[in-house]
């Protein structure tokens, strides 16, 4: 089972990241997918998440309304589209595979850095 996140880096406030997911080793469409961050010293927390078909969808309320989550079953891919960036959207980002109804199967990626600063 491997979840490779890509996409992090250096944006000035205001600017725009695209993270993706790739998922390999299981069979993405049946798994709730993800995406965390996790800042030094803080509790890892939900920014927002996609069912396994993609029909719902939920969000942290500090990102509701900047940020996009999608998922192409096709691609075994999530994204996670981030406008509008603050600097306490710093984190390090991390994709999570739950599968829809069975407890124990649940996945982490490695995580990508996302930095907002001027």
């Known amino acids: 089972v491997r979840l490779v996140e890509s996409g992090g880096g250096l944006v000035q406030p205001g600017g725009s990241l695209r993270l993706s997911c790739a998922a390999s080793g299981f069979r993405f469409s049946t798994y709730d997918m993800s995406w965390y961050r996790q800042v030094p010293g803080k509790e890892r927390e939900l920014v927002a998440a996609?069912?396994?078909?993609?029909?719902?969808?939920n969000y942290a309320d500090s990102v509701k309304g900047r940020f996009g989550i999608s998922r192409d079953n096709a691609k075994n891919t999530v994204y996670l589209q981030m406008n509008s960036l603050k600097p306490e959207d710093t984190a390090v980002y991390y994709c999570?595979?739950?599968?829809?109804?069975?407890?124990?199967?649940?996945?982490w990626g490695q995580g990508t850095q996302v930095t907002v600063s001027s």
């Open positions: 996609v069912a396994s078909t993609g029909a719902s969808t």
């Open positions: 999570n595979a739950q599968h829809r109804s069975l407890n124990g199967y649940n996945y």
